[in-house]
Nanobody
């Protein structure tokens, strides 16, 4: 089993930056494909980004391409979401997830473990 703890959320002005972190404990981190999802009030949880076990392959939803970057450090058991040029529509609770399904999952069904989430609020 894997335990995931997100951090790094907060309040930022439009155009600003944040870096979210997700620390994993439990089974070997490098065996999991990792993803970031977000959920805004009244909306379903949506895919944001995902990364392969080695970090060599990444996937993004179209609305964040060029602004958000997912990365991982297997030595530190941590996955990151670097967020630049933030927009008010990026406001949501952000969740990291770990899964073993292949290929790298881009839906919630592909992930087995979830963190508790961290709030990101972007003011206009």
């Amino acid at each position: 089993q894997v335990q995931l703890v997100e951090s790094g959320g907060g309040l930022v002005q439009a155009g600003g930056s944040l870096r979210l972190s997700c620390a994993a404990s439990g089974r070997t981190f490098s065996t999991y494909r990792m993803g970031w999802f977000r959920q805004a009030p009244g909306k379903e949880r949506e895919f944001v980004a995902a990364i392969s076990r080695s970090g060599g392959t990444t996937y993004y939803t179209d609305s964040v391409k060029g602004r958000l970057t997912i990365s991982r450090d297997n030595a530190k058991n941590t996955v990151y979401l670097h967020m630049n040029s933030l927009k008010p529509e990026d406001t949501a609770v952000y969740y990291c997830a770990a899964g073993g399904a292949r290929p790298v999952p881009t839906t919630t069904q592909g992930y087995d473990y979830w963190g508790q989430g961290t709030q990101v609020t972007v003011s206009s």
